[in-house]
């Protein structure tokens, strides 16, 4: 951060260019596509209903392609020697081995022979072994404080009687994180090589992460067998794009003085990829690796319905059965997991960044102390625990639970407040969603495609205005529309409320360092908890419908529009406020005319974050009875119907890259008014 | 098995003949991978798939048990990966069924015995409003639909149905049978469960969609409408029933619950086979498991355990070679 007296002239005079009026030439821009879009809207039902509503025979029955697609890549492609098939079971076995390992160490043990006549050769990891383990790990990583945090989650693990599926979960994600890690590290350097490849890849990308899971599940278990390697390898389709992309960024960010000095030194071309570039970008790389963690553990309960279990399965199971305290508390363990991994993953991060001094000749004890300890750890339990179960499992006698607890708690406010609520819920939709909704129905197909087209060409050009205005015919073209119409709804709802609620908090939170700690802890359970946990007490609240959908997604959405807030304002440049205060801004003054508006680039890529956030959860919302485009994709998920399924995931994915491209881009013009670019 | 001494024949023989007496009899000629069976998210289905896989383990085979949703796991029986599916009620997975063992992959191993009732239901603290009930005709009058209505229905009454992909023509049978009600569809069947908890627990008026063999009606004090009885003409011939222009004007159909699996299982492992098509348990054994379970907070494996001791003539029956 530059020393704030010399940049008073300089960050006045940027003050000034700030607030800039907008030109007339694009109001006149602006009144005239209204107008056509209003004169569209009100002539399309009298003369022409085919720009009211896309006619039925101009449909393009893509769900059908894809489907007759998908039938000849399972059964007859072929690669001459081997097929299609025989390529993707090739990779299931190959991520099946080291899963197969991972579970054997921490839940099954060393087993002999398959199924229920199997026996137990080796016992698994004691309980004692892999809380010790972690904490060596965090007292390694992070001192003291990392070792009892993370140790002090995986004890929780035991306690709560989680253990066992914990174990499962875990076993996976350490399958699925190190994958994602290296594979998303490959394709980034890929990308960061050659601009082509990189072109080719970013709309994979966007897919990759936009695309409801559910909608590519069939084909993933046709391909890949069913069970704990396709929950896998549908969760490293999810959570491997912010490792690509992370790359890519942190490689072109690394200093040119560095890749001189590697070119000056002679580098070959590995030696600068391995030697040189990924290690001096190895800060912003961890990044990438703790997404892959937190994106992992999301998935853990959708990976749970195609036979990966753990945690996830034992959410679904109690909230079936209405026992709310034992989803949470299963809930609970998940963002356990995700706490203490993430934490250990920074804490790896920082140690690397401050590189001991070069390894000294010394004893074997003294060089790898950590390690060691570990392995004594592991033999030393494993050994007593031969004689002890209580040192193998920890003891049921001791495990905790908070009983009815939750179920009394939702019971006392359902009978005490639920009139209150349904007062609050009735007056929200029919005075909000509901005529939103149905303003949004109503609106001409093609006016909205013409809009949005507008749109692109105002704010990046005629590239941006063909990519919206084809995408969103797209949607109609597939007979989409409707459903389309009320995910924007829904999402567009909550995305507002999320960002409503977020970044005020975000801008109370950024300048408090104890306040930041507590809305960092709350983000990250938000993040992690499934959100079906609090989606059944919020049906027993508010039924179902579009409001207790609202809730779920908002919950969800809610944590970037808070970080991203708090980010930008932590990075508002120190000289600026200091010009702001020397010409006598009141606090107010400060916050609005220079804090926000500096901060504003960021402010906007958390609520671009929200809305990809609230697309994300749209799949979850089906399953409180929305009618939207996350219910065709479970409808076709339940129908096992590929086609049906991918067409409306991809409609998703629309929806969400127009918002994506016309936000950024809105960003980047906002950047450029301030002279930050 | 062949073997080419007389000697070691007879030695086969023997062994084969104490290990029958062992009450393990695994023949020689069957595979000895596990069997997978599958495992849903409800808790009958986990008590059936147990039973059958206890008792195939008695008969010596090696079983594993892999969680699958209850849908996407056709696209496991198919390839092979999974073998036996326990559960597949004809009232929510016979499109799905169907759909599957058109493919030549899959196959129906019979009925379980179990018999599948889904129907309207309603607490019996609703009867005191709604007084003609459980008779369907009692649901015409105004005044009991309004019982059942809330602000976004009123003065219409309001039905919980399935989630849209159990089907069901409920709003086709609002509409045949001329009901002022409107349909509301859940998501999910927890959500419908939550629902139900939430106005037990204020005694607050709901109609909802229950099926059965499920704890509700066990922990819940309530009755199912009675609508005309099910047909299959009721479903396919508009002049059938009270309205003579439509369909569904009657109500939901009883049917069997499935046993489906890979169409493999035959050869691999003829006796598990057999075995699993001989399986058959009714609706009040079943629904007494599921109470025992959800609501007196036993474990799957005690009421399994407690079951084969009970039953041991009918399921050594079941693997009888």
């Not at chain 2, 005694?203 to 009675?226: F, N």
């Not at chain 2, 009721?234 to 369909?247: E, F, I, Q, R, V």
């Amino acid at each position: 951060m530059a020393s704030p007296a010399p940049t008073i002239g300089a960050g006045s005079s940027r003050l000034r260019r700030m607030g800039l009026a907008t030109g007339t030439g694009t109001l006149v821009a602006w009144v005239v596509a209204l107008l056509a879009f209003g004169i569209v809207w009100q002539t399309a039902e009298l003369y022409a209903s085919w720009a009211q509503e896309y006619p039925k025979t101009w449909m393009v029955p893509a769900a059908r392609w894809v489907s007759a697609f998908m039938k000849w890549l399972v059964n007859e492609a072929s690669f001459g020697l081997f097929t299609f098939t025989d390529l993707t079971r090739f990779l299931a076995a190959l991520v099946d081995t080291p899963y197969t390992a991972a579970r054997s160490l921490l839940s099954s043990g060393l087993l002999s022979g398959r199924g229920s006549s199997a026996t137990q050769v080796l016992p698994p990891l004691s309980w004692i072994a892999v809380v010790g383990v972690v904490s060596l790990l965090g007292l390694y990583a992070g001192g003291v404080k990392l070792a009892l945090l993370a140790g002090g989650c995986f004890l929780l693990l035991a306690v709560f009687g989680q253990w066992d599926s914990a174990m499962v979960t875990l076993a996976s994600i350490l399958v699925a994180v190190p994958i994602g890690v290296m594979g998303g590290l490959l394709i980034g350097i890929a990308a960061y090589r050659w601009p082509r490849f990189e072109e080719a890849i970013t709309p994979l990308l966007d897919l990759m992460q936009t695309i409801p899971v559910f909608a590519y599940l069939v084909p993933i278990l046709v391909l890949f067998g069913f069970g704990p390697t396709a929950a896998v390898i549908a969760t490293l389709i999810y959570a491997m794009p912010p490792m690509v992309r992370i790359t890519t960024l942190s490689l072109r960010g690394v200093a040119q003085e560095i890749i001189d000095l590697g070119r000056m030194i002679g580098c070959t071309r590995r030696q600068m990829t391995w030697r040189v570039l990924v290690p001096s970008a190895r800060e912003s790389l961890m990044v990438g690796v703790n997404q892959v963690i937190m994106l992992s553990l999301n998935m853990v309960i959708i990976a749970s319905m195609i036979g990966a279990g753990g945690l996830g399965f034992d959410v679904l199971a109690a909230l079936r059965r209405l026992q709310i305290g034992a989803g949470l508390e299963a809930g609970l363990a998940i963002v356990a997991l995700a706490v203490a991994l993430d934490r250990l993953s920074q804490g790896f991060a920082r140690k690397l960044s401050q590189r001991s001094p070069a390894s000294e000749q010394r004893g074997l004890v003294a060089r790898h102390p950590f390690t060691l300890a570990a392995l004594v750890l592991i033999l030393a339990t494993g050994l007593v625990g031969l004689a002890v179960p209580a040192v193998q499992a920890y003891p049921p006698a001791l495990e905790i639970s908070t009983g009815t607890f939750w179920e009394e708690g939702v019971k006392w406010i359902n009978i005490n407040f639920f009139d209150t609520l349904e007062a609050l819920k009735n007056a929200v939709l029919l005075n909000m969603l509901v005529p939103f909704k149905r303003f949004l129905g109503e609106l001409p197909w093609l006016g909205v495609v013409g809009l949005l087209a507008f749109l692109g060409w105002r704010l990046g050009g005629w590239r941006l205005a063909m990519l919206a205005g084809v995408l969103s015919a797209l949607i109609a073209a597939t007979g989409q529309w409707e459903k389309a119409m009320i995910t924007v709804y829904l999402c567009g709802v909550s995305a507002v409320a999320a960002a409503l609620i977020g970044i005020p908090i975000g801008i109370a939170a950024a300048e408090r360092d104890r306040l930041w700690r507590w809305v960092q802890v709350v983000s990250d359970t938000l993040q992690t908890l499934p959100s079906f946990v609090y989606l059944m007490p919020a049906v027993m609240l508010f039924r179902v419908g579009d409001f207790t959908a609202m809730i779920a997604v908002v919950a969800y959405s809610l944590v970037p529009a808070v970080r991203y807030t708090a980010l930008g304002l932590q990075k508002v440049d120190a000289g600026l406020i200091e010009a702001g205060r020397a010409m006598g801004c009141t606090r107010w003054q400060l916050l609005t005319k220079i804090k926000l508006k500096l901060a504003l680039p960021e402010i906007l890529l958390g609520i671009n974050q929200t809305i990809m956030f609230a697309l994300s959860m749209l799949v979850i919302t089906a399953l409180v009875g929305t009618r939207d485009l996350g219910q065709e994709v479970y409808i076709a998920l339940t129908k096992a119907d590929t086609g049906r399924g991918i067409v409306a995931g991809l409609a998703v994915a629309f929806i969400a890259i127009i918002a994506d491209r016309l936000i950024s881009a809105g960003a980047m013009r906002a950047k450029r008014r301030m002279g930050l670019v | 098995m062949r073997s080419p001494m007389p000697g070691l024949r007879y030695a086969t023989a023997a062994l084969l003949l104490s290990a029958g007496i062992c009450a393990a009899p695994a023949l020689a000629q069957e595979s000895s991978d596990p069997i997978k069976l599958t495992l849903h998210d409800w808790t009958g289905q986990l008590i059936t798939t147990e039973l059958m896989g206890e008792v195939l383990k008695k008969a010596g085979y090696s079983v594993e048990y892999v969680q699958a949703d209850y849908l996407a796991q056709f696209a496991g029986l198919e390839t092979g990966d999974l073998h036996v599916a326990m559960e597949m009620w004809e009232t929510t997975g016979r499109d799905a069924m169907d759909a599957s063992t058109a493919t030549g992959k899959t196959e129906v191993f019979g009925p379980t015995g179990m018999k599948a009732k889904e129907e309207w239901w309603y607490p019996a603290y609703m009867k005191e409003k709604c007084p003609g009930l459980p008779n369907w005709e009692a649901l015409k009058d105004e005044a009991c639909a309004e019982a059942f209505s809330t602000a976004e229905t009123a003065p219409k009454g309001r039905y919980l149905g399935g989630p849209v992909t159990w089907g069901g023509f409920d709003d086709e049978r609002v509409e045949a049978l001329n009901l002022p009600f409107e349909v509301i569809h859940a998501g999910t069947d927890a959500a419908l469960f939550a629902e139900l908890e939430s106005a037990y627990q204020r005694q607050a008026p709901i109609l909802l969609w229950i099926y059965a063999p499920h704890w509700a009606p066990a922990k819940y004090e309530g009755e199912w409408v009675e609508f005309p009885e099910f047909t299959k003409e009721c479903y396919t011939d508009p002049a059938w029933g009270s309205n003579p222009d439509a369909l569904y004007d009657c109500g939901k159909p009883f049917g069997e619950i499935w046993k489906v699996g890979w169409v493999g299982v035959k050869d691999k492992w003829p006796g598990a086979y057999k075995a699993v098509r001989a399986f058959t348990v009714d609706n009040s054994e079943m629904g007494k498991m599921i109470t025992q379970v959800d609501l007196e907070g036993k474990s799957v494996s005690e009421v399994v355990q407690a079951w084969m001791a009970e039953n041991e003539a009918r399921w050594s029956e079941w693997i009888k070679k």
